[in-house]
């Protein structure tokens, strides 16, 4: 059967706010017209997403199976989108991304320069982003720092890097050569506990050390002003460390911390022969590389 998107649509916003009312006011239609076309959508695939009463909407599970597998779809089908969009468009563009600390200046000017007609694009990424970006079509690759959800992406190694602990300059640890993972268990960390698994699955780490509310941080900049402002610890990549210096900070070397490792990524469904050009310029095949060469984009702050 043809599964009908504006209907996969509005199961999601139905999913996701588990309230008819905040769904419809969200999507802006009536409630009854979304109930209806629940009712429909269930009928079509012959099952039953929601039980539902009076009191609270809660998803079956085959609504949870469908809800797994939706995102990436609806996220797939806007990046088609997009793609058709610019091929009917003007000029053709190829647009990289690329996570703070890392330099993509020569693969976008060699893609260039093999296709003058190109228009070559660069956007900045941050760690909510760095995948969404390629799944629906914002960019053709991404330079993207691991640990990512991979689902309906791609991805080549490109290398690894140290990770180090920024702190305030009067920090108790801040003139050690380094540090060890469990000197920093009673640290509040200011971004995701999920980009630094380590530390979050430290035993006797308590699940955090600060009532307030951790601040919502979108870039390097703003983790960096709140570690100044003694609000808590980031770990970041040593390239993004030294490339974002200033006067009321300090980096460490965590020496029991894995490195970070870089990859490029791409949509799956991506046939682009200028997506896969460009993953081969910017990072070659094993089978290809000369000795010694890893390829991949230069770390900025890196000799």
Request: proline letters at 8%; one cysteine or more.
């Amino acid at each position: 059967m043809d599964v009908d998107l504006r209907k996969l649509r509005y199961f999601v916003a139905v999913a996701e706010e588990l309230h008819f009312g905040r769904a419809a006011a969200r999507l802006h239609i009536a409630q009854p017209v979304l109930s209806r076309q629940i009712r429909a959508f269930e009928h079509e695939l012959r099952a039953e997403l929601f039980v539902r009463d009076r009191r609270s909407t809660v998803l079956t599970e085959a609504g949870r199976q469908l809800l797994t597998e939706a995102r990436p779809l609806l996220a797939s089908a806007e990046a088609l989108w997009r793609r058709v969009q610019r091929a009917a468009h003007g000029r053709p563009t190829f647009t990289i991304a690329f996570m703070p600390g890392l330099l993509v200046t020569a693969e976008a000017r060699a893609i260039g320069q093999r296709h003058p007609d190109l228009a070559v694009n660069v956007v900045r990424t941050s760690w909510d982003d760095q995948a969404d970006i390629v799944r629906e079509g914002r960019a053709d690759v991404s330079y993207v720092r691991l640990p990512v959800d991979q689902r309906g992406l791609r991805l080549r190694p490109l290398f690894t890097e140290p990770r180090v602990v920024v702190l305030p300059t009067e920090h108790r640890l801040a003139g050690r050569e380094s540090v060890d993972l469990a000197e920093l268990v009673e640290e509040r960390l200011l971004q995701d506990p999920d980009a630094a698994p380590e530390w979050r699955d430290l035993p006797n780490r308590l699940i955090d050390p600060d009532p307030r509310p951790r601040p919502a941080l979108n870039s390097v900049e703003e983790k960096l002003e709140h570690v100044a402002a003694y609000a808590g610890m980031v770990i970041l990549p040593l390239s993004t460390a030294t490339f974002y210096t200033r006067p009321d900070v300090v980096h460490v070397p965590v020496a029991d911390l894995g490195p970070n490792q870089v990859c490029l990524a791409w949509a799956e469904e991506n046939r682009s022969p200028l997506v896969h050009e460009f993953v081969d310029l910017a990072a070659p095949p094993l089978d290809d590389r000369r000795p010694g060469e890893s390829g991949g984009a230069v770390r900025e702050g890196l000799p």
